[in-house]
């Protein structure tokens, strides 16, 4: 497969470009430079989603969220300062 531009990297993650090139300023996402054009392979995308994969063994029933996808523990008050 052609190596990707960050919009199409975009469009394939379903983010906006915007996003898609903070990973690539972060190293999140490795780039390969060409001159000014930068690319992503589509090995480097498929590792990145696969590094941020998650909810593989929760145990909430089907249509819940997770309890540690909610931010906390359940009945305690989160204050802001």
């Keep these: 497969m052609a190596l990707m531009t960050v919009p199409q990297v975009a469009q394939h993650m379903g983010c906006s ?3 898609a090139w903070l ?3 972060r190293g999140e996402l490795p ?3 060409i001159g000014r054009l930068v690319r992503v392979q589509p090995e480097a995308l498929a590792a990145f989603e ?3 994969i998650e909810g593989g063994n929760e ?5 819940q ?3 540690a996808a909610r931010g906390g523990r ?3 008050a989160s204050r802001r300062i």
């Excluded at 145990?59 to 249509?63: E, I, K, L, R, Y």
């Design 50 to 52: 696969a590094a941020h």
């Design 31 to 33: 780039v390969v430079r």
């Design 23 to 25: 990973l690539t300023a």
């Design 65 to 67: 969220i997770p309890e």
């Design 17 to 19: 470009q915007r996003y």
């Design 74 to 76: 359940r009945g305690t």
């Design 59 to 63: 145990s909430a029933a089907p249509g």
